[in-house]
């Protein structure tokens, strides 16, 4: 027998968890090593704007595994320690510190990072960008005390965060770029059904406008938009977009472009590197096209595939792309290729009733490739999850049923 395998993951968040896991479930002997900038073991990141923001899930659900996990699979974390070089023809990584760690395998689940606005103002008391959980504490202590706060960005966290501000009876201000809130994630007909709703819930929305200037004199006092108008505000969170952390790819001279390019398998232009969740420019089998997706269910996915991988499988990552999200009461949940869509097709009318809801289904040439339910009822999203897998090309009878609800899915 060999020596034992040497397994290094460079970030310590969800995929460099969950590749550690399935690295030791395939590889009893292997030596496993995670290694992550963050003072903490890896966690679940959604919570942040949710739940642990409002103070109603506590710090220790927040977590992917508890210690003891890492402990009891022989998983080596290191964190508060930052990768700065990669060498893959030497098989290793230099840390900020100056040690050196050498690999057979190596996994690159460095993640995304806030885009930072630069506006006069950017640097004062009270504005926060929210991705790490000291940025959630922080948010939440000045949430508490603000009477008033503006949230700039009309995607998922801009919205997550307006949501928990007006539950928490901040008078709240949401930026949008666009016309309409998350128009650009979701296309019109869900934005229109979500900007009403928070319309209705009592979040002011300036659509079509930006960020001028952060406004003050110690702290923050209000937010000046492109319109000329200075909203008063506290507290300001900014969600304008993450950009993936590629730089220590780059450097080491693997493909990237837009992410860490890699195949089916995960596998980077290095056989030996493999990378996955946020940063991962993924080949997908199933829509036939390269992808890069910022969500949570694929970073828990790659990672489990990638780490088999490093480990000896030799599996595609064909799974159907999931994401959801948390908006007052309101439970979205998506499915398959809401990235790339040319038409789309609402399942009946909205219901505006006490429980809100709306499916609307993503078409791209023909083809139907994805789904956003607001409220799902029971048994609504396997149906949808099992016709997605097979990306089926609908016929002018099959969309009239896609419209009506009472008729089966085509
Ligand atoms: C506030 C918030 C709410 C979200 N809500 C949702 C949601 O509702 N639904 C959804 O689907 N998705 C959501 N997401 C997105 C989801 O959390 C991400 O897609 C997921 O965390 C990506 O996981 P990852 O492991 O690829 O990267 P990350 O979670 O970013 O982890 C990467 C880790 O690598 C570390 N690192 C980076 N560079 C180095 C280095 N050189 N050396 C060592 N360590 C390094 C980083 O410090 C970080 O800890 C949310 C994200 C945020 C921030």
Redesign the pocket.
Known sequence: MGDPTTYVI???????GRAAEAIRERDPQGRIVL????PYLPY???H???KYLMGKRPLEKVFFKPREFYDENRIEVLTG????ALDPKAHQVTLADGAVLRYDRLLL????EPRHLNVVGSDLAGVHY??TLPD?DRLRDAMMQAQRGVVVGGG??GA?VASAFAQQGLQTTLIVREELLLRRAVGEVVGRFLTDYFTGKGVTLRTETAVDAFVGGDRLEGVRTTAGEIIPGGVAAVGVGVTP?TA?AQAAGLAVDNGVLVDEYLQTSDPDIFA????AAFWSPLYRRRMRI??????RQQ?RTAGLNMAGDHQPWDQLPY???DLFDLDLQAYGDLFQWDETIQRGPANPSARPSLTVFYLYQGQWRGALVINPAVGQLEAIQERLKSVPTLSPADRKRLADPTAELP
């Open positions: 460079i970030g310590a968040g969800l995929a460099g290694v992550g900038s963050e679940h990141r959604p942040l704007s949710k320690r930052t990768a700065v689940a460095t993640g995304s929210l991705r959630s998922f966290i997550e952390r220590l996955a969740g946020d940063i910022e969500h949570w269910d694929v970073a990672g994401f959801y999200s």
